[in-house]
């Protein structure tokens, strides 16, 4: 007890040293504790990993159950989708060659019939761009594909006489690939089209092929033919390109413009004739007020015609697509 009066700084060191001893040492057991429990979950987790890893593959059935109703929805939606485009487009049909030739002509003496009834003009043969079948046969091959073109092109050139076009100045067809052979014949209104874009048939869902068509008309038919082209449900077409230039392609003339005469006016007399003359024109300015004009007015720009030329694209689907 002397000692630790006589040495109270010392003591008190000590005393704080023993207390500092002891709480280091319960700290240093209880992260022990923890660092020992976080390795042993670290450690299981490794094992579990390594353990889903080594499984065998195996699906859950809840899961497996979703993805068969998920690929039974999705095929669906595209049978329905396929079907859809398939009723847009002219069936593919078994036809022989002489029955195709045969066609033709009665397409081309229909059209003829028809056009002089509208009052078109076309040339003495159109053939729709087939003319190299006029008097030769095609091949078994190619007689239902050319059968089928022919009715999409015939579609488009009945639309236009049926608005009424002014006049079909000509007609160029893409040669299908299968008619490697015959499209080297073709030649004037019947030849292939000049190569712009792909022009080969495609394999895969679905194949194309492209006819330009040039013809007059005025600007209400154009607008027609255009929408009933993009619009149809019995084939679908993609137009794609319209080249339009006008008919006239300079203003009128100063000397081509109407001259108005305009109307006299009459000078008071007491004369009866010249009194009847100032009821007439009464009467004339009474008719002009009440809309109805002595001279109809003539338009002098916006009757002209116009020159178009359309690019069209077929786009067929092919029906035996795979799922």
């Known amino acids: 007890m002397n000692w630790i009066q006589k040495n109270k700084f010392l003591t008190g060191y000590l005393i704080v040293l023993v207390v500092g001893l002891i709480g280091l040492g319960y700290f240093l ?52 989708l396929r079907d859809k485009v398939a009723a847009m487009q002219f069936p593919l049909e078994s036809v022989t060659p002489a029955e195709f030739q045969e066609r033709l002509h009665k397409a081309e003496v229909d ?9 078109v003009e076309i040339g003495s043969k159109f053939y729709f761009g087939f003319d190299v079948y006029n008097d030769h046969l095609s091949t078994v091959e190619q007689a239902p594909l050319l059968a089928r073109q022919l009715q999409a092109i ?73 929408n009933d082209i993009s619009g149809s449900n019995k084939q679908f077409f993609v137009v794609r390109s319209v080249a339009v230039t006008n008919e006239k392609q300079t203003g009128p003339e100063h000397t081509d413009l109407p001259q108005s005469t305009p109307t006299p006016t009459p000078e008071p007399s007491p004369s009866p004739s010249v ?14 007020a009440n809309g109805q004009p002595a ?10 015609k116009l020159n178009v030329t359309l690019l069209v694209e077929i786009i067929d689907f092919a029906s035996d697509a795979k799922k």
């Open 295 to 304: 001279e109809q007015i003539k338009p002098i720009l916006g009757t002209e």
């Open 275 to 288: 009194a009847a003359n100032s009821q007439t024109t009464s009467a004339t300015n009474s008719q002009a």
């Open 154 to 226: 015939q579609f488009v050139i009945s639309d236009l006489v049926a608005s009424k076009v002014t006049a079909l100045t000509g007609i160029k067809r893409q040669s299908l690939p299968e008619e490697s052979e015959a499209s080297t014949r073709g030649g004037g209104r019947g030849g292939s089209v000049a190569n712009r874009g792909r022009g080969a048939r495609e394999a895969g869902a679905a194949t194309r092929s492209r006819f330009q068509v040039q013809f007059t008309t005025d600007q209400a038919a154009f607008r027609k033919v255009l």
């Open 29 to 80: 057991y209880v992260n022990w504790n923890q660092s020992a429990a976080v390795s042993d979950q670290y450690a299981h987790q490794v094992a579990e990993l390594q353990r889903l890893e080594t499984l065998p593959a195996y699906p859950n059935r809840d899961n497996l159950e979703k993805l068969k109703a998920q690929s039974a929805a999705f095929e669906t939606q595209v049978q329905a």
């Open 111 to 119: 059209l003829g019939q028809t056009a002089q009834q509208n009052g």
